[in-house]
């Protein structure tokens, strides 16, 4: 028999609002430990909760976005649990009546475009740190994170594999950038999931009993953790033997999914109305204000590159993942004729040495190593025949060192193209006059020899020969 995975993700994105969930601490990361604390997040008797207007107008973006139904009315819940790093003995969430309902998010996994559909999106506070190797013999307990608001977004089951729920995840990733709610840092698990996994027969239409699977933090070990989990499940089933429900861990050195707890239900932790906060209500004038102020989306973005600017589905993909590399392509390729290689040069050559000179400073990119104008510049010098595309990469190379623009680097260092055929024929001649023995060897069918002959006329004329002239005056007089 063959097995089907079905999977479901659980994300939580952690908001950039300034301050936590339901107190005015901040909420920035890396202070020193406890730093970020009032009685309100560690709990003490007798104090209340008052919520972020800003979460969740952050909320309300999100669910636009991903096109959910805004709850007019939504209710806080208290899902209780113990532990060391949640004083209060339950952390807010949202149960029965989430802020966001249904929606959808789409994803190109394999050159195709697909959506899934989500069940909800809600607020929830964070939970503080246990520290449990600092000390041989205790624990430590940071509550910075304490209270910090995270928005959890829930897929339906219908994530077919690894590479969909992959391509799903950076997809709801690159989204929450555009809107600049979260930063999408999955390192630093501001942005992290919880996969449920599950098999079935292939074409089944009941589902088999789910696994979670935590603590991957990159898209690559949430692919390899559910490669690993299904497979497992997989020999379990094929074994005779049943899944269980539980929580596992990813273990990225070991690649294996280890169990943690058995999983708990829904009933174990006593969900109920938080008493201490009123139902959130939601008007429609506040709902409309939001949608006029969000940003045009990474998809309709896509759509409109490939259309407007012709771009190849691909490189539009490619280019609109994230918000400030769509800004600069398009301040970049705006009203030039040739956005396809100016495209090109974005993705081959401005991101690399962004990478390379580390210039990205999540969630932005701080410093661009050229400027779209003289990028734009830059291709219209080659298309103009002004510069070869090979030469055009020494000048991009002077232009990141120096800052200078191309126009000046191409004239003061004599760089324009030659064109002139006489001058292009010259120096044909020379080489073919000075390799007699290559030109017999290709005309007795040694064709690879081609590549030598141009390489040795753009040595002569120091790269600058218009390449294709160097082939065509090279193909007419090897002939012979
Ligand atoms: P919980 O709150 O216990 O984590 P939910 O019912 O909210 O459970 O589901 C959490 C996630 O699990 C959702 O993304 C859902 O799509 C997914 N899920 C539920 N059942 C299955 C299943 N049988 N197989 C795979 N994923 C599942
Ligand atoms: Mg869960
Ligand atoms: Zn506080």
């Keep these: 028999m063959t097995f089907e995975p079905v999977i479901g993700l659980e994300v939580h994105a952690q908001l950039l609002t300034r301050s936590k969930l339901f107190c005015a601490c901040s909420a920035a990361f890396g202070a020193a430990p406890n730093a970020h604390t009032c009685p309100v997040c560690m709990a003490f008797p007798g104090v209340l909760p008052v919520v972020n207007r800003q979460a969740v107008e952050f909320a309300i973006r999100a669910g636009l976005a991903a096109g959910c139904r805004i709850a007019p009315v939504s209710q806080w819940a208290r899902k209780n649990y113990f532990y060391p790093d949640l004083p209060k003995a339950y952390q807010i969430s949202m149960y029965e009546a989430p802020i966001c309902v249904g929606g959808r998010v789409s ?33 430590l307990v940071d509550l910075n994170r304490a209270g910090v608001p995270l928005l959890e977004i829930v897929s339906e089951p219908e994530l077919g594999s690894p590479a969909e729920a992959a391509a799903y995840l950076k997809s709801l990733r690159s989204i ?12 630093e698990g501001s942005f992290r999931c919880d996969a449920n996994i599950s098999v079935r027969p292939a074409g089944g239409d009941r589902l088999g009993t789910r696994a979670e699977v935590k603590n991957m933090n990159s898209f690559r070990a949430v692919e ?17 033997g049943q899944v269980v429900q539980e929580t596992r861990l990813w273990d990225a050195e070991r690649e294996v999914t280890r169990p943690m707890r058995s999983k708990e239900f829904a009933h174990d932790y006593r969900y109920f109305p938080e008493p201490d906060l009123p139902p959130l209500v939601v008007d429609e004038a506040w709902v409309e204000r939001v949608r006029a102020g969000l940003p045009e989306l990474p998809s309709a973005r896509r759509v409109r590159f490939v259309r407007d600017l012709g771009l190849p589905d691909y490189d539009a993909e490619v280019l609109t993942a994230r918000r400030d590399v769509a800004d600069y392509f398009e301040a970049a390729a705006g009203g030039q004729p040739n956005a396809k290689a100016i495209g090109n040069w974005v993705m081959e050559s401005v991101l690399r040495i962004v ?48 800052g ?38 290709y005309r007795s069918g040694k064709e690879k020899l081609f590549g030598f002959f141009v390489g040795q006329v753009m040595k002569a004329t120091e790269g600058k020969a218009n390449p294709k002239q160097v082939n065509d005056l090279l193909r007419e007089r090897l002939r012979g």
């Design 224 to 240: 390899r953790a559910l490669e690993h989990e299904i497979a497992r499940q997989i020999a379990v089933v094929s074994g005779g």
């Design 355 to 402: 990478r390379e000179r580390r210039l990205d400073d999540p969630p932005r990119i701080r410093d661009w190593p050229v400027a779209p104008e003289a990028l734009a510049d830059l291709v219209a010098l080659i298309d103009r025949g002004t510069i070869s595309g090979k030469i055009a990469k020494t000048v991009f190379d002077e232009m990141v060192a120096s």
């Design 107 to 139: 994803f190109t996994v394999g050159g195709e475009h697909r959506a899934v559909r989500l069940t909800r999106i809600h607020l929830e506070e964070d939970a503080g740190k246990s520290i449990h190797d600092a000390h041989a013999d205790s624990s």
């Design 176 to 187: 929450v950038q555009y809107l600049e709610i979260c930063d999408g840092n999955m390192e």
């Design 404 to 441: 200078r623009p191309p126009r000046e680097i191409v004239e003061s260092r004599g760089l324009v193209q030659l064109t002139d055929a006489a001058a292009i024929a010259a120096a044909v001649d020379r080489v073919i006059a000075a390799h007699g023995d290559k030109v017999a060897e």
